[in-house]
């Protein structure tokens, strides 16, 4: 096994963190191996905002109450970014249209390789972090409080810090339930079942709620509207 593949399995999202910045140097190298990721014909359709005045990280933590956000050492907002895009397209045609779906996973891709890139960074120098998704449910504030532009929106965040505490490896679905050979194959409801249990296994006594449980939470109603509002504002939708 190698070292990359070692720190890439014991990965465990971490929530809490010490009163300790992260220094400049780490900072810089943890964001630039973030930057290394592949993106959709190298237009990088992403920007990052770091943040590390508690002033701001305190006002983000107003609007969503998660605490990796108010203890963070530095948090980095993950913006979808077609803005520069635009800017790129008008010299060579009047024409922009960013609306739509593939705008969208365009952005939230790339977005979504450099974040975890950077998590990895992160760990591997002894940093622990959390990927805020939660964000997104005030996109609408957030991106006034980022002063984010037209064709810009608030993916997620990552709260990183000096990790305060520690939990065990989270397990995964069995490898053949998301790894198939050759075609897809659809899941008997018994794998969902078993998941459950394995979940409330690991979750022991800190278990509020079963995986399933929160899946029907999630999906068993529309979706938030500041996303949608959001990105409508932003002219993305
Ligand atoms: C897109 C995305 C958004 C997430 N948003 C949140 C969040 O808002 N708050 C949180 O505490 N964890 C969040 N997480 C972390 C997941 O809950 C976590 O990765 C998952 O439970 C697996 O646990 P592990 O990372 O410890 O292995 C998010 C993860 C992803 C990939």
């Known amino acids: 096994m190698t070292e990359t593949i070692k720190l890439m399995k014991a990965h465990t999202s971490v929530r809490r963190f010490k009163e300790q910045e992260i220094p400049q140097a780490d900072l810089d190298e943890i964001l630039t191996a973030g930057q290394m990721a592949s993106s959709w014909k190298n237009f990088q359709s992403y920007s990052v905002i770091l943040v590390r005045s508690q002033e ?44 739509g779906v593939e705008g969208l996973l365009i952005t939230s891709v790339d977005a979504a390789l450099a974040g975890q890139n950077t998590l990895l960074a992160a760990e591997s120098l002894g940093y622990g972090g959390v990927i805020i998704g939660l964000v997104r449910y005030k996109s ?12 810009t929106y608030p993916v997620f965040g990552i709260a990183l810090g000096v990790p305060n505490q520690q939990h065990e490896v989270k397990p995964r679905l069995p490898l053949n339930q998301v790894v198939f050979e050759e075609e897809y194959q659809e899941q008997p409801v018994e794998a969902i079942l078993d998941y459950d249990k394995v979940q409330a296994d690991y979750a022991g006594a ?6 399933s449980r929160r899946l029907a ?21």
């Open 56 to 99: 701001k990280k305190d006002a983000l933590y107003e609007l969503v109450p998660q605490e990796a956000i108010r203890q963070s050492a530095a948090f980095l907002l993950f913006v979808g970014d077609l803005n520069r895009a635009e800017k790129g397209a008008r010299l060579h045609a009047d024409s922009f249209q960013p609306q």
């Open 140 to 151: 609408e504030e957030v991106a006034a409080l980022f002063n984010l532009s037209d064709y």
């Open 206 to 211: 800190r278990a509020t709620t079963s995986w």
């Open 217 to 237: 939470e999630q999906f068993g109603q529309a979706e938030p509207s500041s996303t949608r509002k959001n990105l409508e504002q932003k002219k993305l939708l």
